[in-house]
Nanobody
């Protein structure tokens, strides 16, 4: 069983930065693929960035490449998403997600992720 708790959302002006955190609680020693997803009102939930916690490999959506960085602190069991140069179109609820991988491929498809946090709201004003 895996429990995820996000924090760090808020309101910021365009061009600003935020760092999201996701604390991971697990009763297993399995290594996971972890991801950040977001969902804006009226839109589908989409993958933003994913990381393979064993190898540290990462993958980003084209819309956030060069602006967002996903990282992990294994000692703190925490996943991060550093968001720079934020744009109004980044406004969404952001979710942390985890899956036990069967391959090294980093999926963006939300249906591939079994465990989800409650989300944290990010609002970017112009």
């Amino acid at each position: 069983q895996v429990q995820l708790q996000e924090s760090g959302g808020g309101s910021v002006q365009a061009g600003g930065s935020l760092r999201l955190s996701c604390v991971v609680s697990s009763d297993s020693s399995s290594r996971y693929h972890m991801g950040w997803f977001r969902q804006a009102p009226g839109k589908e939930r989409e993958g933003v960035a994913v990381i393979g916690t064993a190898l540290g490999t990462t993958r980003y959506a084209d819309s956030v490449k060069g602006r967002f960085t996903i990282s992990q602190d294994n000692a703190k069991n925490t996943l991060y998403l550093q968001m720079n140069s934020l744009k109004p179109e980044d406004t969404a609820m952001y979710y942390c997600a985890a899956r036990v991988p069967s391959t090294v491929f980093l999926y963006f498809a939300r249906l591939m992720y079994k465990y989800w946090g409650q989300g944290t709201q990010v609002t970017v004003s112009s």
